[in-house]
């Protein structure tokens, strides 16, 4: 939707007025069982690798909900579920959700306004000075960690300055695997240096230290910290908000170990009861958690207001006592369990979606509407693709045969045709990583390079400049590819539509569908040659997307492409550094264009998503910028059937 807080261009973070409170939390303990790998075979997503399978149960004293009528919400998982419950290990969108509801960032992005960022764990937005290379912070008074073991008498703590540094600290360590550590480079004065000395002491057989000193971290008091960058990086607010640098206490991750990611120890707004890797999540209500208000009515949109979205305005959360989440890895199951009534809001699968819509007009159907039912819309920040390995001695490289070829393919796909196919015709298409409504974003769609239209002619004659006439080469051998996705319904129609539009050039093009955590491992090990994925920005800034193709961040970090340009490298460096300005953006589009001519991807594509509410769910709004908002929901038992 056009009035959509995710088509708006950011305008830098705004202020959101915080109160706050002294809790204790009620004493916690847990018991882990049942190794075994959980995966996250959904249609397109993020990266990530789960290790092990695991029931994780509340002992007797766990924190329960209060006396009365209890509210549950229940809720579904499209895939296997998250791979890890430690936010440094995490990198899906899965993970996100199962971490938000238990762990808490400094800063988040608001639920009334998903383009501006609020303080959670801070009592005020931070004070950038000095050209904004310092940032001062101030922490809330009052938050506290869940009780656990971990703590003298079980009781928790309240969070510190000491408690930032280390969770940070935490995705320099190797051990952790490194994943996330893109997030960071090259941003916080002696971090990178710190990062180096500790993972070699590690490699000599010694110890990760984590009482080294960073420069960049100064401690005023446990309240009180700045964080020193190497240059001022506009984005470091952003970063702040991602789920990775959720706060956890040192305690904990030092008695439990490789373990922590069963014994999830945070300030969030529910604590772990049960999780069964591929079949379900549940949390119980914090209890103790520290103040925090549903948004005030001023912040909602005129629209929202109307659909009644303020009608908590001021009040305390979470609301309800209890969430349960189902993993549903095909959709026909979660279709038929929302049908009944047992879910409170669902994204509609793509194969249903004329089953709830009206495809023309995209209005919910009468007998929908006339169930109680209410849906609503949100235009991602994100662009779906097929990737290419740029190490793969086939597709890869920068020669201009090696362009042409990855140029024949790309002009081989119709992507209308797969948006109408797959899609239901609800996606955008266009050039380019660079979002709708982000600044840097072609004009209509269409890219001064322009790959939205197929044609199979100029692929052709590509294809041959490329030394693979007819798809085979002087030898008459015939040009084999492999693509890897994900195992789900809707992968296995990309697959065979991608199969059949570029086998017209005489190719052999092979999909193989794998569990998502053994596509993530040979992606990350750069051993897939064409793989398929889905990018949802972390942030409306092009910066997030850009940085996909930073050759410093190849695999296993989030240059999945394994592109490298030194040219781009270059003024990708030179973005991190700018405030949003028109410089700026034509900077963006230099780099978007690069990236046009050299094909790393083929691609892209925006998704919109579709949601089903149900009667009972109150206060929904679903938003997949940040998963926070999952704490504003409540349920009304009295409308449940």
Known sequence: MSDHPRNRPCTGAQIRPSSSATSRLGELSRRAALRAMALAAAGVASIGLLAGTLTATAHAGQATASAGARKV??????????????PAQGSTQYDNIAVSLMFETLLTFSYANPSVLEPVLLS????????????????????????????????????????????????????????????????????????????????SGGTFNYDAPVRGFQKVSDKEFRIVLTRPVYRFLYTLAQFQLSIVPREAVEKYGDRFSFNPVGTGPFVLDQWEPKQRLNVNRNPNYHDVRYPAREAWSREDRRRRMDRAAGQRVPFVDRMEFTMFVQDQPMWLEFQSGKLGYIEVPNDYFEQAFDKRTRGLKPEMAEKGITSHS????????????????????????????RQALHLAVDHGELNEVVYQGINSVYDGPIPVGVPGHPEGGKAPVSWTTPDLDRAKELLAKAGWPNGRNAKGEQLTLRYSTSNSEQNRKISDLLK??????????????????????????????????????????????????????????????????????????????????????????????????????????????????????????????????????????????
Not at 75 to 82: A, I, L, N, Q, W
Not at 378 to 405: H, K, Q, S, W, Y
Not at 558 to 573: Q, V
Request: contains cysteine.
């Open 378 to 405: 949100d235009v991602l920040l994100d662009f779906i693709f097929t990737g290419f390995n740029m190490a793969d001695p086939v597709v890869g490289g920068l020669t201009p045969e090696a362009r042409a070829l």
């Open 73 to 86: 919400l229940q809720m579904p998982m499209r895939t296997d579920g998250p791979k890890s419950l430690d």
């Open 124 to 203: 005020e937005m931070p004070v950038r000075s000095e050209g904004g290379k310092v940032i001062t912070f101030k922490l809330k008074p009052g938050v506290v960690f869940h009780d656990n073991a971990c703590f003298p008498g079980g009781k928790g703590r309240e969070i510190t300055a000491d408690d930032v540094f280390y969770s940070i600290k935490r995705l320099a360590d190797k051990r952790n695997g490194l994943k996330n550590w893109w997030l960071l480079e090259g941003v916080i004065d002696g971090l990178d240096e710190y990062k180096d000395e500790q993972n070699k002491a590690l490699d």
């Open 500 to 641: 059949r539009q570029i086998e017209r050039l005489g190719v052999s093009f092979n999909p193989v569908l794998l569990d998502f955590s053994t596509l993530i491992e040979n992606v990350n090990n750069k051993k897939a040659q064409m793989f398929g994925f889905a990018w949802g920005s972390d942030y409306p800034d092009a910066e997030n997307n850009l940085a996909l193709f930073y050759g410093p961040n190849e695999s296993p970090g989030s240059n999945h492409y394994n592109y490298k340009n030194p040219a781009y490298d270059a003024l990708y460096e030179q973005i991190l550094v700018m405030e949003p300005s028109p410089e700026r953006t034509k900077i963006y589009e230099q780099m978007r264009d690069m990236l046009l001519a050299d094909v790393p991807y083929i691609g892209s594509m925006g998704r919109t998503r579709f949601y089903l509410m149900s009667p009972w769910i109150v206060n929904c709004r679903p938003t997949e910028r940040t998963w926070s908002w999952l704490k504003y929901l409540d349920v009304d038992d009295s409308k449940r059937k």
